[in-house]
């Protein structure tokens, strides 16, 4: 019973020590050891290369933002140092490995590759101390530690909805820092949406000039108490794209973009009626959520406009013409001369077949392709697009 009771008190003692080092996402194994060591102004980063400079870089950045200093890079130290060297493994499964060693003569992040070192950089960081104290007296003082870590999924990924609600390109960032921050390496950049079209393309200027613009937003949650009446507008020149994807692949975040297709395409179509099936059908904005330049605009002649509420609409991307599959084609070419990744993601969801039925282009369509629904439309539409 005596040796029970010592056992817990002993596991309780460490567990409380553990608890002491919080890191997010979990470290795979972290061991707390005696000492510690205390980062001041005079403490060096020692680089192993000048690959090593960009993470030296954001860590000084930190350093500056929150505590007011930065430390001085060099090329070898032995005492009071945080050094950041690469094994330049580069194999499968290697990305963001690292190991991170505290103790009392200095701190070592080893990573198995770059954005190894980078993800152990941010694991120091999430170390460093933020009470009053330490912040004035510019001393931090962390736990002799040794930690072993890789990421358990090889895609973490995160998602920003910039359709809906605009957010400039400063927050974007912002927004990159905090994935860098929690070890997550892809940006799912959600660019196109019913509620208003993001990016701006030059072959079709109006998809920024009209659609990135919508006349108010619903009150509440949907179905809403009305529209505030509010306009809102906002998108990317494509220099604020590159410069987006920069500032991402320094923190070894890759960034995909999402251009919607078939469906959630009104923002589109707002600015190119001739992208829907019927041209010359009003958008349906239900009255009890639409604001009142939209009615003055529709009662002066104006067909098509950008949503202002949330679900899900009939009027898509016509399947039955190529001037549609023209129209994306283009659109993504100049998208994919944006970003770099390999992938480009079309949503593909909650594409109503309403219009589609009785579309004659599209019917003619599944008839010479021999389809035998609109659902094998849509999969003839995705396919297309993705060859």
């Not at 707002?270 to 099936?277: D, F, G």
């Amino acid at each position: 019973m005596k040796l029970l009771l010592l056992s817990f008190l002993v596991f309780f003692t460490v567990s409380l020590q553990a608890q002491e080092v919080n890191i997010i996402p979990k470290p795979k194994m972290l061991e707390l050891k005696k000492g510690s060591f205390t980062i001041t102004p005079a403490t060096v980063i020692v680089l192993a290369d000048d690959a090593e400079n960009a993470t030296a870089s954001f860590f000084n950045q930190h350093l500056q933002s929150f505590y007011g200093f930065k430390l001085k890079t060099v090329k070898s130290s032995a005492k009071n140092f945080i050094r950041f060297s690469t094994k330049k493994f580069i194999v499968p499964g290697t990305e963001g490995k690292y190991d991170l060693t505290v103790n009392s003569k200095g701190v070592t992040v080893s990573g198995d590759t770059y954005s190894g070192t980078f993800n152990g950089m941010q694991s120091l960081i999430q170390l460093l101390s933020v009470d009053e104290k330490s912040i004035s007296s510019k001393q931090f003082k962390i736990p002799a530690l040794s930690i072993q870590d890789e990421p358990r999924f090889q895609y973490r990924g995160m998602h920003l909805d910039v359709g809906r609600h605009f957010f400039p390109a400063s927050y974007v960032k912002r927004y990159i820092d905090f994935l860098a921050y929690h070890k997550l390496n892809v940006f799912h950049w959600h660019l196109t949406e019913d509620q208003g079209w993001r990016i701006e393309i030059k072959k079709y200027p109006l998809l920024t000039s009209v659609g990135s613009k919508r006349n108010g937003t619903i009150i509440g949650r949907y179905p809403g108490k009305g529209s505030n009446n509010q306009p809102l507008q906002g998108f990317y020149t494509q220099e604020e794209i590159k410069d987006v994807v920069q500032y991402a692949k320094e923190r070894f975040i890759e960034v995909i973009p999402e251009i919607e297709m078939p469906g959630h395409s009104s923002a589109a179509i707002a600015a190119y009626p001739w992208l829907s099936c019927f041209p010359n059908r009003p958008t349906n904005i239900p009255s009890f959520m639409v604001s009142l330049k939209s009615v003055e605009e529709q009662q002066k002649g104006r067909v098509k406009l950008v949503q202002e509420t949330w679900g899900v609409f009939d009027d898509v991307f016509c399947a039955g013409k190529d001037s549609t599959f023209k129209f994306l084609e283009n659109v993504l070419d100049e998208v994919i001369e944006l970003f770099p990744s390999k992938y480009v993601h079309i949503g593909g969801d909650e594409c109503p077949k309403t219009h589609w039925k009785q579309c004659p282009s599209c019917q003619k369509r599944m008839k010479d392709l021999k389809l035998k629904d609109e659902h094998e439309l849509q999969s003839y539409f995705v396919q297309r697009m993705e060859k």
